[in-house]
Nanobody, 120 residues
Framework: QVQLQQSGPGLVKPSQTLSLTCTVS??????????WSWIRQPPGKGLEWIGY???????YYSPSLKSRTSISRDTSKNQFTLQLDSVTPEDTAIYFC????????????WGQGTQVTVSS
């Protein structure tokens, strides 16, 4: 069973870059079984897809966030990272990493979630 552990700051100032890391254990980030994904949930709203990276380093980003988003992998550390540039208070949300089982199009495993608040 894959385990995902998130790390990163809970408070980011407006216009700065939000950076979160997801460390994978009990599995390898080089597997082709999953797309390594980021999702967020703003307060009082539903889940919002941010994007994912595949085992071949192809990426997909939500059109609404594409211009500010970068997802990358570090195979030596078994980690993948989200960077969201030029954040505003509207980016305040709980951020999750997750594995997307692309055969079933189902999110199998989730990180614990990180509350990120954008505020000066």
């Amino acid at each position: 069973q894959v385990q995902l552990q998130q790390s990163g700051p809970g408070l980011v100032k407006p216009s700065q870059t939000l950076s979160l890391t997801c460390t994978v254990s009990s599995g390898s980030i080089t597997t082709n079984a999953y797309y390594w994904s980021w999702i967020r949930q703003p307060p009082g709203k539903g889940l919002e897809w941010i994007g994912y990276i595949t085992h071949s380093d192809s990426t997909y980003y939500s059109p609404s966030l594409k211009s500010r988003t970068s997802i990358s992998r570090d195979t030596s550390k078994n980690q993948f990272t989200l960077q969201l540039d030029s954040v505003t208070p509207e980016d305040t949300a709980i951020y999750f990493c997750a594995t997307l089982n692309w055969r079933l199009w189902f999110l199998d495993y989730w990180g614990q979630g990180t509350q990120v608040t954008v505020s000066s």
